[in-house]
């Protein structure tokens, strides 16, 4: 962060093999972000929120993602802090 102006740095995208077991495919992601919150010294971090509809099935599996990209912050950068629309650990 720049003052209060987000700047992109790095984005990726974290491929999981569906044939895997949900934990391994979880697992993965979590490290993916720790890998990627090591590679570029990151200081701050946000999750979006997301949007679903009406898809229940589809609402868990983000979910559970969107869980695992938390807890990679959390396990590579100081604890987030969540507001309304966001997860961020910048205080």
Do not use: Y
Not at 23 to 30: F, G, M, P, T, W
Not at 35 to 58: D, M
Request: with cysteine; proline share 5%; glycine share 8%.
């Amino acid at each position: 962060m720049e003052s209060d102006r987000c700047v992109h740095i790095h984005h990726m995208v974290i491929r999981t093999k569906p044939a895997e077991p949900l934990a391994e495919r979880l697992r993965c992601i979590r490290d993916g972000v720790c890998a990627a919150i090591r590679e570029w010294g990151v200081a701050s971090g946000a999750i979006e929120a997301s949007f679903v509809g009406n898809n229940v099935r589809s609402a868990m599996a983000l979910g559970q993602a969107r869980a695992a990209a938390i807890i990679g912050l959390v396990d590579g950068a100081p604890p987030l802090m969540s507001t309304r629309r966001t997860w961020s650990n910048r205080p």
